[in-house]
């Protein structure tokens, strides 16, 4: 880093850098919005399902975690800036690849995979960059108004991709994020950049952290499919078993060798991946366990809403964005409002209040899945979940950055990241399997009770709808029953079974991520007291007032 550099860029267009940075993060951000109200389009458009739109919503998140860290090395090798430009022209090339999809494909190599290559490469170098072009005692500002950014492609996202989906297509927002990528690149020139270091990746680490999170992932993503333990009838076996035990058991000891392989090379004089000692800081550990809760609990949300919204309910794409809208002005008005209201507020106290409100709204929603339940029965969840999701965004970026020096904020930017995108891999998989099963299930029950379904009929209803039955609105089933010439009499029967079992899906859904949030409350206790500043920056194994 350049010794003059955060004097330079302060006195000179720090507003300008800022906004640079500031609109990479909204870049990085702006993707998962727009699809989570753009899938059912997304899916019909390429002619695959909702559960292959998850898949690739799954793997976009989950390369971002599984690269953040090894992104962030790279750019300590190649510098921050250069790292910056790179990740963006892949970003932009991936971009410019989804909007001319023509199958999951190819969705899937340019927003899964080279989307979520280039922002490994952004998201780490924007911490260091701000470090880098911000005086301390601005920095603090600058980290919040980057993080704004965030909250502002949350609130602005289901708006555009519902606008744009709704009026053209979903295409075209992709295609403008290519040109933003070009107006990003044009600017990077008057950043202040953090030159390269005579480090090594290690690659050994690398390669076992990306295999065994994805394998965690990815068996969570095939349960519905596969059986959590007990192959489904006609699905996949290994061993007797469902490869999922298998997929977490490895994935799990591969974690763990990682974990041994990075405190041998640390106590050998090595350089590994990530430091050891890191993780014996408790104010930086308690941090990333509520960005990993806070991101499970959000991804299971922004899954199963605008599933309610526009299959249950059969809205469009700018509908639904509409009835998001309370919850993104609640997470910006929280987010920014009580570090100017509370500026001392105690972090913990600030956590556990949001946790609440999110609680709070989930239930909500899980009351409300009746049916004959309308749009409306949203709004106040939305509003409670923003709530909370603001508070704890207006806390915990301070509360990992400023629980190490300033040396190593880069690193801690790339665990951050790599939390926030593990848990958001983690919620789409884990609720979006478990409303699959439990459609099934549903649907199996309802089968297997009915008086005038006979036996022969029955069991090949189990074998056929055990792998996961697609999540159909009303109109896409009488369609398919029409097509396949089905009884009126019996058509009827078939949406009404259908009809409760997505409701009972959607209840168990959202039972999950409000059991998820309500064991991230169990772990506000790393979270320190003292506002941002209080705590020992060096503070690794001192506890927090409080404990």
């Known amino acids: 880093m350049k010794a003059n550099g955060a004097s330079t860029a302060v006195a000179a267009g720090s507003g300008g850098v800022l906004l640079v940075l500031a609109s990479g993060q909204f870049l990085m951000t702006l993707d998962s919005s ?35 860290i090894t992104g962030g090395k790279v750019g300590t090798i190649i510098g921050r800036r250069r790292a910056f430009a790179i990740g963006l022209v892949i970003y932009g090339v991936g971009s410019l690849t989804t909007a001319f999809a023509p199958d999951l494909a190819v969705l899937l190599l340019g927003w ?22 911000f005086a301390p005692e601005r920095r603090s500002a600058a980290y919040g108004l980057v993080a704004a950014a965030g909250a502002m492609a949350v609130a602005a996202g289901p708006l555009i991709g519902g606008a744009v989906t709704t009026f053209a297509s979903w295409r075209y927002v992709f295609i403008g994020e290519a040109v933003l990528v070009v107006v990003i690149l044009f600017a990077l ?212 950055v400023s629980a190490v020096p300033d040396s190593q904020s880069a690193e801690v930017g790339g665990l951050q990241n790599a939390a926030a995108n593990l848990g958001a891999s983690l919620g789409t998989a884990l609720v979006g399997s478990v409303l699959i099963a439990t459609l099934s299930t549903s649907i199996i029950a309802e089968v297997n009770e009915h008086p005038d379904v006979p036996a022969s009929v029955k069991q090949q209803a189990t074998t056929e709808l055990a792998a996961g039955v697609p999540f159909l609105s009303d109109v896409q089933l009488q369609e398919a029953l029409r097509d396949n010439a089905v009884p009126e009499p019996r058509a009827a029967e078939i949406l009404e079974v259908n009809s409760a079992a997505r409701l009972d899906a959607l209840r168990v859904a959202f039972s999950l991520t409000a059991f998820l949030a309500i064991a991230a409350l169990f772990c506000t206790g790393r979270i320190p007291r003292r506002p941002q500043g209080g705590a020992d920056p060096a503070g690794s194994e001192q506890p927090s007032p409080g404990g």
């Open 34 to 68: 727009v699809m989570n109200v753009s899938m059912a389009a997304v899916a019909e458009d390429l002619d695959t399902t909702i559960t292959g739109i998850q898949t690739a919503m799954t793997l976009y998140t989950l390369v971002m975690a599984t690269l953040m």
């Open 189 to 400: 020139r008057r950043i202040e950049d953090v030159g390269p270091s005579k480090v090594r990746i290690d690659l050994l680490g690398a390669l076992l952290s990306v295999l065994g999170l994805g394998q965690l992932v990815y068996g969570v993503l095939r349960s519905s499919e596969w059986g959590w333990i007990q192959p489904k009838p006609g699905g996949a076996a290994v061993a007797g078993l469902s490869p999922v035990v298998w997929l977490l058991l490895s994935g799990s000891l591969l974690l763990y060798v990682f974990v041994r392989w990075q405190t041998h090379l640390a106590d050998t004089g090595g350089e590994p991946l990530i430091d050891p000692q890191l993780f014996r800081n408790r104010q930086l550990t308690g941090g990333l366990t509520m960005f990993l809760g806070q991101y499970t609990v959000q991804a299971g949300v922004f899954f199963s809403v605008p599933l309610f919204l526009t299959v249950v309910l059969e809205l469009d794409a700018l509908q639904t964005g509409l009835r998001l809208v309370p919850l993104s002005v609640a997470l910006l008005l929280s987010a920014a409002g009580i570090p100017k209201i509370w500026p001392r507020a105690d972090p913990r106290r600030v956590v556990r209040v949001g946790l609440a409100a999110m609680i709070l709204g989930i239930l909500v929603l899980v009351a409300g899945m009746d049916p004959g339940a309308d749009a409306g029965v949203v709004a106040v969840p939305m509003v409670l979940m923003g709530l909370g999701l603001g508070a704890l965004a207006s806390q915990l970026g301070a509360v990992t």
């Open 112 to 133: 899964s995979l080279l989307e979520g290559i280039g922002a490994a490469l952004i998201m780490p170098a924007i911490v260091a960059l701000v470090a880098a072009n």
